[in-house]
């Protein structure tokens, strides 16, 4: 992240907001979090009888997704590594 | 959290207000809470594919009116970027403007993804509303 806030901060590049794109080519995972969260709250709030219940059935399915995930992607590095 | 008001407006127009501004079919059968979760959460999504990639990441196919189905071929993602509303629209035309860098490779891909998740999200607002606005009235 410091590369990240170190491009944004000095002159070799220069972003402008909406004009140009975020220099997030390092972090590029990260931003796997606030999709799973946006995805977890809108499928929950349409699910949910109660909207009480949003917020902490919204977080159990954010943490699912990402353990999938992680699941998944170490699970296919492990396979391309015996097939390498 | 969420209204219990039961509510007269006709399935269709529920239908559409939620496609015009997301959330916005929920407000009309009286569901505020759930309406304005949904509503910032899809706009939050879309806003935040476009501060990745830029705006031109919602790029409008060529010939989209006169042959509809080869322009879509091209660009298939913009079917889920068009249902995010006419904000989709909106920001196609803002960014034919040369003041907008087109972006590549990852951050392109996730600027893309990230307003096309956003749209088809907005499509599952729209089938629920038009739904509680046709069977209950939307006292759930």
């Known amino acids: 992240m410091k590369h990240f806030f170190y491009l944004l901060g000095s002159g070799e590049y220069h972003y402008e907001l909406f004009k140009k794109p975020l220099p997030i080519w390092n972090y590029w995972y990260l931003l796997l979090l606030p999709l799973c969260l946006a995805i977890s709250i809108v499928y929950k709030a349409i699910r949910c009888e109660s909207m009480r219940r949003v917020p902490r059935e919204a977080i159990g399915l954010f943490v699912f997704i990402i353990v999938v995930m992680v699941a998944a992607a170490g699970a296919l590095a492990a396979l391309v590594n015996i097939l390498d | ?140």
């Open chain 2, 1 to 140: 959290m969420s209204s219990q008001s039961s509510s007269s407006v006709p399935a269709p127009i529920v239908a559409l207000a939620t496609w015009v501004v997301p959330g916005s079919g929920y407000w009309l059968i009286g569901q505020r809470a759930r309406a304005l979760t949904v509503g910032i959460t899809i706009l939050s999504l879309f806003v935040l594919g476009l501060v990745i990639g830029g705006t031109k990441v919602v790029d409008l196919p060529p010939g989209v009116l006169s042959s509809p189905v080869n322009a879509v071929s091209q660009k298939p993602w913009f079917v889920g970027q068009i249902l995010a509303g006419p904000i989709t629209l909106l920001t196609a035309s803002v960014g034919r403007s040369e003041d907008y860098f087109p972006s590549h490779s990852r951050v392109n891909e996730i600027g893309t993804l990230y307003t096309a998740v956003a749209g088809m999200l907005n499509l599952l607002a729209i089938i629920d509303a038009a739904y509680r606005a046709g069977h209950d009235g939307g006292a759930r």
